[in-house]
């Protein structure tokens, strides 16, 4: 089966350490994108807060 030659292969080498790091380091670039992701919809929530805030002070006669 290709899957226990892989594994076998790994482990031979050990290159386990390896594979761990590398699962490490793609959790962690796949929660970072996640929380970039989440950041920037909060950025543009707030920006449209922001302009119906503006808009609303307009309306009720904040400015002209």
């Given at each position: 089966?290709?899957?226990?030659?892989?594994?076998?292969?790994?482990?031979?080498?050990g290159d386990l350490a390896h594979l761990a790091l590398l699962s490490w380091a793609l959790a962690a670039s796949g929660?970072?994108?996640v929380?970039?992701?989440?950041l920037v919809a909060a950025t543009h929530r707030?920006?449209?807060f922001v302009r119906e805030l503006a808009l609303f002070n307009q309306r009720a006669g904040?400015?002209?």
């Open positions: 089966m290709p899957m226990d030659e892989l594994i076998r292969t790994f482990t031979e080498r929660a970072f994108a929380t970039l992701r989440a707030f920006d449209d904040g400015r002209d």
